[in-house]
């Protein structure tokens, strides 16, 4: 603005000196065209050329600048959250070490006795220690045959026969049942067998096979099992414990006085061998 204004009068300044340099050129024409007259110049009034006074340049006030407006906030794209491990479960503390306990001092006392253990309820039928023709319970002891068949009994130390529950002795029946049927019985002798539960004994052979029945009677019936019931195979040259349950005897009635007997029988039928011998031992009733 202030450069402009300067430029306006100096334009008004080079106007001013051009008016008056026309008025000079008048004053100097009219005295050179009057020839022996010396013209005076007749002072012409001065012109005073006011400069213009400058137009009042209007004052523009500067708008005030639109505020810009913000850029427009970028969409807030969610970004998935990095995928943190989880930390380690920390391990649990070490149990703090127990202290060791003080050694009680020691009381001597009594020694405490143990219970006696119960005995199992046993009957003993034979066990042929005393090489009788009677068993354990006063009943008789034999042997039978017939039809051609035989059985020879004897008695025989267990320490020989490598036997013998009890190191005494064993029972030897020698048999032949080629022909018909023979055996070894045993008196009863009307005892109380309601409490008890099987009849047991001890059996080896002299060749292996053995086959023959256990007989039990009460005095009106018996009842004879074949010993493959209990000994697939019969008699082994190892001894075997038997045991048969009495509920096995089914035709037996009286179990509270048995007057029947306990008998070994050997067959034919049964198959061989027929003939060879036969070991017993310890011949029992249990609970």
Not at 186 to 204: A, E, G, H, P, Q
């Amino acid at each position: 603005m202030i450069q402009a204004r300067k430029n306006i009068l100096n334009i008004f300044a080079i106007l001013n000196s051009l008016v008056m340099l026309m008025a000079v050129m008048l004053t100097l024409q009219q005295v050179f065209s009057r020839p022996g007259q010396v013209a005076v110049p007749t002072p012409e009034p001065t012109v005073v050329v006011e400069a213009p006074k400058p137009t009042p340049l209007p004052v523009v006030v500067p708008e005030k600048p639109k505020p810009t407006p913000p850029p427009p906030t970028p969409p807030i794209v969610e970004i998935e959250k990095a995928k943190i491990p989880p930390k380690p479960t920390p391990l649990p503390p070490l149990p703090k070490p127990k202290p060791e306990p003080k050694p009680e001092p020691v009381v001597v006392s009594k020694p405490v006795e143990l219970p006696k253990p119960v005995p199992v309820a046993r009957l003993v039928m034979d066990n042929f220690n005393e090489s009788s023709k009677r068993n354990v319970q006063g009943g008789f002891t034999g042997t039978f045959g017939g039809t051609g068949g035989f059985c020879l009994e004897s008695y025989q130390k267990g320490s020989s026969a490598g036997a013998g529950e009890d190191g005494g002795n064993i029972l030897k029946l020698v048999y032949n049942v080629n022909n018909g049927y023979a055996g070894y019985y045993s008196k009863l002798n009307s005892i109380d067998l309601t409490k008890y539960r099987r009849l047991t004994f001890n059996v080896k052979g002299a060749k292996g096979g053995e086959v023959f029945e256990i007989e039990l009677g009460d005095g009106v019936i018996a009842y004879k099992i074949d010993i493959r019931d209990f000994l697939p195979y019969g008699a082994s040259t190892t001894w075997q414990k038997v045991s048969i349950p009495l509920k096995a005897f089914v035709d037996v009635k009286n179990w509270k006085q048995m007057k029947g007997n306990f008998a070994i029988v050997f067959e034919q039928y049964l198959g061989t061998p027929t003939n060879s011998t036969l070991y017993v031992d310890n011949i029992i009733f249990e609970e």
